[in-house]
């Protein structure tokens, strides 16, 4: 993070942090505190790989999870193979951290 942290503030701003690393959308994910700067405790996530991959689970849950009654069952999740299936960011994104935790 020292390298990136140009103006020395502990903080990354998009300016700094991108260098094509980064899109805007997963910049504000990463920035639970909206205050327009990543932390180095909300830049864990992306170092520690999990970003995409809670993502991608929290989309699976809601192509899957229809009756929102707060428990994701087997049958949910079966009935939305297909779906999750067709799911891109799923596909590329949960793979990736599949692969990640396998090393």
Not at 51 to 56: I, R
């Amino acid at each position: 993070m020292a390298d990136k942290d140009t103006d020395g503030d502990g903080k990354l701003s998009f300016k700094e942090f991108h260098e094509g690393e980064i899109t805007e959308d997963d910049y504000k994910t990463l920035d639970a505190d909206g205050d327009g700067l990543i932390s180095l405790e909300e830049l864990k996530p992306w170092e520690g790989g999990m970003l995409h991959a809670q993502e991608s689970i929290k989309r699976i849950i809601e192509i899957a999870h229809k009756d929102k009654d707060m428990h994701l069952t087997a049958d949910e999740l079966h009935e939305a193979m297909e779906k999750i299936n067709e799911d891109a960011y799923i596909n590329e994104h949960f793979t990736e951290f599949v692969e990640h935790i396998e090393l």
